[in-house]
């Protein structure tokens, strides 16, 4: 479809759809692309055939794993509207996706199952979305599904999310009757029809026995949406009836881009129903780019914060959000423009790395397809060609108004596994893959261990590393052999400790010489912090920055048991040079024995992640499931029931949760289902320490013989 450049910015919406697994997200996504006309034929996500599943592991799994992005147009109220959707995943292993589409989003649709409610990942993404300030409507999904419940699932929002939820429709019928829903704005019932896939739908009077319950929450609609207009204040208490569904429109809007309001709509995107009522609440309630803030940035060259308006003939700034090697294009960069014009062919400066790149071709994108475009504006969504040196999070942006937007912030990985290539062929090309994967995501870590010569590869879950192997073998033809997963464990000392480490060497000629003293001490928020606080010139200001260095280095090597070390402060106060011997590398070299002997005076310890773990089981299997919980070392957390389900919440060290999903099938006869995401980073109990430590201590040994 090609792009139609004269839709006005206030006529465009950059939208995401993001939901817990399995809530339908993909499945929405696809009926949108087939009532938009983009696509001709259902796409179906348990066949293998959406769309927006590009990825061959997409559609053998049924899961999404990477955002895509598309692009389409939906007639409301007589004008056309531009809409760039993004899906999003829902598993918590590919958590990144959602994270950096919501930094570069306006709007977004949360989908809820009309069953499960409010799911644990339902709450990752909702405190994304709040976080990125996007305001969104709800779509209730599977409302066929037997135990569908939408009041049920809109006091949920309430209850669990913190959320004031609107609903804006009552459904007809439910479960397997459900054929349609009565909007509360205009007091119209809509019926779909079935042997045209939904795409037509007949008004029909609101059945009888819905009456009251729709004059219930018509008179709740129009008391909350009073609060946002003083004149309907006065008509909805003077005449109510003579409230028009513009006036109900404009005041839902008014408190949706605020983020007060949440308007609830019903559907069943499987059986084709209450996906055009959607595209039509997109259009009515979400922001355009012209309804959110001009974007804020630091002009690298001084300092100050600027804002960039959403303005076409602004100076060019834009958001790189992602970066995805093509077979055939090369590297695409994913850009939202915040404001300016890019054309093809011109130059754009990258505030991080300094340099100008030019961007050869510009692409409107479909999934894994591309439609050339001569000029992307703000406000809009499209992918680049020609940038080489980019990471997620870059700002690209005129280069005569230099601009660096805030970056974004990616959790670290907290699983990790050895990889090895299977002949000297793999071994060439194995760096070259994993090179462009982890440019792709920034949650993916690779690296040569120096003492075993392997190569490790780290992620998010067991799930994320298996799809990455996949991927090395389907997309870049690298055979690996695996070792088993291992848990990125951290470490940190829990005391200060001053520490003076004297470097001195003489070998003839010119010597080695630095004196360092430092004081490390623990830092809550798990990062390093170095301080530098040398008067005087007792050691010369160009050899601190080796210091620091060195510091860092040496945390990659850990204290005790050689995990990478984190939540240290280093305060450098006192220490001495000498005129001819001392260089930077010397002042390394002492900050690096400095942090070794100095931390394990500072009672090291060994931290663990610990995973945010949710159970569905029927009520059988309950007992069963706690006893594995507890023997795991698991702190149960909260029980509850969910849609004639029991839920069990619990903290459970990741260690002892590998081949957890299989145990589970076993301990409820394939009926029990779990979620888990990382919650944070906690001290191993001593015994657990010592046996990390003798078995660390013992590869050591080992790889030295």
Known sequence: MPIDTTIPLHRCRNIGIAAHIDAGKTTTTERILFYT???????????????????????????????????????????????????????????????????????????????????????TVWRQANRYKVPRVCFVNKMDRAGANFFNVVEQIRERLGAKALPIQVPIGSEDNFRGVVDLITLEAKIWNEEDYGMTYQVVPVPGELKADVEKWRNFLLETVAEYDDALMEKYFSDPDSITADEIR????????????????AGSAFKNKGVQALLDAVCAFLPSPLDIEAVKGTNPKTGEEEARPVDPNAPFAALAFKIVTDPFVGKL???????????????????????????????????????????????????VVGIREVRTGDTLCDENHPIALEAMTFPEPVIQKAVEPKTQADSDKLSTA????????????????????????????????????????REFKVEVNEGEPQVAYRETITTSVVHRELYKKQTGG?????????????????????????????????FIPSVEKGIRQAMNDGIVAGYPATGIRARLFDGGFHEVDSDSLSFEIAARYAFREGCRKANPIILEPIMKVEVETPEEYMGGIVGDLNRRRGQITGMGARGGMQ???????????????????????GRAYAVMEFSHYQPVPPHIQEQIIAQSKGVREKESV
């Open 37 to 123: 006309g983009l696509t001709h034929k259902l796409g179906e996500v348990h066949e293998g055939t959406a769309t927006m599943d590009y990825l061959p592991q997409e559609r053998e799994r049924g899961i999404t794993i990477t955002a895509a992005a598309t692009t389409t147009y939906w007639n409301w109220l007589g004008e056309k509207y531009r809409v760039n959707i993004i899906d999003t995943p829902g598993h918590v292993d590919f958590t990144v996706e959602v994270e950096r589409s919501m930094r570069v989003l306006d709007g977004a649709v949360a989908v809820f199952c009309g069953v499960a409610g409010v799911q644990p990942q339902s709450e």
């Open 250 to 265: 404009a005041a839902i809007r008014k408190g949706t881009l605020k983020m007060e309001l949440f308007p609830v709509l």
């Open 333 to 383: 960069t994913y850009i939202r423009v915040y404001s300016g014009t890019l054309k093809a062919g011109s130059y754009v400066l990258n505030t991080r790395t300094g340099q100008k790149e030019r961007v050869s071709r510009i692409m409107q994108m479909h999934a894994n397809k591309q439609n050339l475009i001569e000029e992307v504006s703000a406000g809009d969504i499209a992918a």
């Open 434 to 473: 994993l090179s462009k994967l982890s440019e792709e995501d920034p949650t993916f870590r690779y690296w040569v261990d120096e003492e075993s010569l392997q190569t490790i590869i780290a992620g998010m879950g067991e799930l994320h590393l298996e799809i990455i192997v996949d991927r090395l073998r």
């Open 510 to 542: 010119r010597g080695k010489y630095a004196d360092v003293v430092i004081e490390f001490s623990p830092l809550e928020n798990g990062h390093f912090e170095f301080v530098n606080e040398i008067k005087g010139g007792v050691i010369p200001r160009e």
């Open 647 to 669: 839920v069990v919440t619990a903290l459970v060290p990741l260690k002892e949760l590998f081949g957890y999903v299989t145990q589970l099938r076993t301990l409820s006869s």
